[in-house]
């Protein structure tokens, strides 16, 4: 199985875009995007030197931009990508490309949300002075024990010897004097206390705009850095999205739930390097292609023939799917079992994992056509369970 994944802000660096701007097929297509953003994204990728494109603003719609434009060139008729790509993930604001790659939201949606975020976020980063620390090696518990003692948030779990710590300056140097044993710290050159609490101005802006963008159901199973967890309804896409802001990002349960799908190759889309490394210390046995330049995508082809299969959405019939949104032993509800249709937001049972118990409603409603899994059935992230019809007033 393929999984493509997009990065966040950080993966960027000066000059990326040059050789992708040598194709005019991609210029063209980032002007367009640059007219959407408000912003020139060609000067961005190309000129502009390192403290230019670490503006919180500039880096997030140039990251969007370039993460969207080069899965284009990487699949020119979009539809192909369909019948390879057997999930998608974005770490932070890379969920954004992933959700418009997964055909949830347009390319224009994505880049209005992204613009909108960057500012806000930028905006709620000057309240109050915050910043980030990346926490590298040390005991797991250690660290995630003293980052707490100090009144910090774990915003990034990248999962083992990889959690990076945000809040305020004063707490941060509190971490430095007195950190987990064994283990070393960097901090990192951002703005603010991305998702933690210092940005829940953020999330009202967003939100705010966030109910004006229709969306559709991905057409590619959605891995959500909230939890992990397969997404398969476009509002809870969008609704995480915007939540996220505020929300820490787990990564490592991203991880997780790759593995539990059977994941065999993992390719990222530019400015690539920072997710492959991840997955090359944590899934051994996965093979990672980080794609960088364009002189690479005869390359990415054959390593997503190689990897792919089929999504299991690659259809837009007139039924509906509900499906797992992890691994786990599906219990089905009873009252569920006994209707012939389901209300909007109703209940069909219950995902038992290791950890927890995961509620599985029908966010849709719809008439029953067929169930497909049984009351006790372990099922894996995104496998359908139910089949529904659409019907008037549902």
């Given at each position: 199985m393929l999984v493509i994944v997009a990065p966040g802000q950080g993966a960027q660096?000066?000059?990326f875009l040059?050789?992708?701007?040598?194709?005019?097929?991609?210029?063209?297509?980032?002007?367009w995007l640059s007219t959407v953003a408000g912003i020139d994204l060609a000067h961005?990728?190309?000129?502009?030197?390192a403290d230019e494109i670490r503006d919180t603003q500039i880096a997030q719609p140039l990251l969007v931009a370039t993460g969207l434009l080069a899965a284009l060139e990487l699949f020119p008729h979009?539809?192909?990508?369909?019948?390879?790509v057997g999930?998608?993930?974005?770490?932070?604001?890379?969920?954004?490309?992933?959700?418009?790659?997964a055909r949830t939201i347009t390319a224009e949606q994505a880049m209005v949300l992204v613009r909108e975020r960057g500012?806000?976020?930028?905006?709620?980063?000057?309240?109050t002075p915050t910043g980030m620390t990346a926490v590298l090696g040390g005991d797991r518990d250690e660290v995630l024990a003293s980052i707490d003692k100090h009144g910090l948030t774990a915003a990034n779990d990248n999962?083992?010897?990889q959690v990076v710590a945000a809040g305020t300056l004063e707490q941060l140097a509190a971490l430095a004097e007195d950190g987990p044993a064994k283990a070393r710290l960097m901090p990192l050159k951002v703005a603010g206390a991305f998702h933690t609490e210092h940005m829940a101005p953020a999330v009202g802006h967003v939100a705010d705009l966030a109910r004006s963008v229709s969306v559709h159901d991905p057409r590619i199973p959605l891995i959500s850095n909230r939890d992990g967890q397969v997404v398969h309804d476009g509002s809870q896409v969008l609704q995480r999205i915007v939540g996220q802001i505020a929300h820490p990002v787990r990564w490592d349960l991203c991880m997780d739930a790759m593995l539990d799908l059977g994941v065999t190759g993992i390719l990222e889309m530019p400015p690539a390097g920072t997710l492959t490394g991840i997955a090359k210390r944590a899934m051994k046995g996965v093979e990672t292609f980080a794609l960088k330049t364009p002189d690479q995508l005869d390359d990415a082809r054959a390593f997503c023939a190689k990897h792919g299969e089929s999504s299991v959405f690659n259809a837009s019939?007139?039924?509906?799917?509900?499906?797992?949104?992890?691994?786990?032993?599906?219990?089905?509800?009873?009252?569920?079992?006994?209707?012939?249709?389901?209300?909007?937001?109703?209940?069909?049972?219950?995902?038992?994992?290791?950890?927890?118990?995961?509620?599985?409603?029908?966010?849709h409603g719809g008439e029953v056509l067929e169930w497909l899994v049984e009351d006790g059935d372990l099922v894996s992230p995104g496998q359908p369970l139910i089949r529904l019809h659409p019907v008037g007033g549902v």
């Open positions: 660096t000066p000059g040059a050789p992708w701007l040598e194709d005019q097929t991609f210029a063209s297509r980032l002007r961005y990728g190309t000129e502009a030197d979009p539809a192909d990508a369909f019948n390879k999930a998608v993930a974005g770490h932070s604001v890379g969920e954004i490309t992933a959700a418009a790659g500012r806000a976020m930028a905006a709620a980063s000057e309240a999962g083992p010897g019939p007139t039924w509906r799917m509900v499906v797992s949104p992890t691994k786990g032993t599906f219990h089905r509800d009873a009252d569920a079992a006994a209707v012939e249709v389901l209300s909007k937001g109703a209940g069909i049972g219950t995902v038992e994992t290791l950890r927890d118990s995961i509620a599985v409603t029908a966010g």
